[in-house]
């Protein structure tokens, strides 16, 4: 094949994505420059280098702050997925991702290289549950901070540094910086209260998980 032209692998590869997140691209219409080739779709090599350097990395938009912001809240704004599929963070991230409407192609692709580069370095996951969180100059239209919750279809080993296989990926998209500070610290508070972890890993339903949360979170934290 002209090296003219990219394969969805070599494109997958150079964005940093699935080669699921490629095609769910193309069927979104959100990587241009892609035709087929013998049944085969491929990428203008030269354009495609322009397209993906030229992300805007300007300042995101102000969002007012809601100084008050709590756990509970931002995992109603967001969603909790039961038997989440996948073989590695890649592959879950694809899947929360998938499910964020207003995120465009280059906000998934900035967000997933944020979280994959940081979990190089060390692994977010302790007692099995993982709390990924990009930071705030990655995402441009979250207008509301929300808190997504998958609980894996089964335990993955993500290096963590307690040897513990993760059961539990917790995802922040924060709305703005203030937000994303205040929920991190409530959080990761609530992440060293064993009453907190054995309720998480119960995996209730959507309805008792919110409640379960509101009354521990209220009760630590106010």
């Given at each position: 094949?002209?090296?003219t ?9 150079k964005l ?6 490629v095609?769910?691209?193309i ?24 397209w ?58 900035n ?8 979990e ?6 302790l007692q099995?549950?993982s709390?990924?969180?990009?930071g705030?100059?990655a ?18 080993n ?7 296989d993760t059961?539990?990926?917790?995802l ?11 929920l991190?610290?409530r ?6 209260e064993?009453?907190f972890i054995?309720?998480?890993k119960k995996?209730?339903?959507r309805?008792e998980?919110?409640?379960?949360v ?7 934290l106010?």
């Amino acid at each position: 094949m002209d090296k003219t032209f990219l394969t969805v692998k070599e494109l997958s590869i150079k964005l940093g994505v699935s080669e699921k997140t490629v095609y769910r691209m193309i069927t979104s219409k959100s990587i241009p420059f892609a035709i087929k080739i013998g049944g085969q779709w491929r990428f203008n090599s030269e354009k495609i280098e322009k397209w993906s350097s030229a992300f805007p990395k300007g300042a995101k938009n102000k969002v007012p702050t809601n100084d008050k912001i709590t756990i509970s809240e931002a995992m109603t704004n967001g969603l909790i997925i039961y038997r989440a599929h996948g073989e590695n963070r890649d592959e879950i991230l694809d899947e929360f991702l998938g499910m964020v409407g207003n995120l465009s192609a280059e906000e998934i692709i900035n967000i997933k290289k944020q979280i994959l580069y940081r979990e190089s370095i060390i692994s977010s996951s302790l007692q099995g549950i993982s709390f990924m969180t990009p930071g705030v100059e990655a995402t441009h239209h979250i207008d509301k901070s929300q808190l997504f919750v998958a609980f894996l279809e089964k335990p993955m080993n993500f290096k963590a540094i307690d040897n513990i296989d993760t059961e539990i990926v917790l995802l922040l998209l924060a709305a703005n910086k203030t937000e994303q500070l205040i929920l991190k610290t409530r959080l990761t508070r609530l992440l060293m209260e064993k009453e907190f972890i054995a309720m998480v890993k119960k995996h209730l339903n959507r309805r008792e998980l919110l409640e379960q949360v509101t009354a521990i979170e209220t009760k630590l934290l106010g």
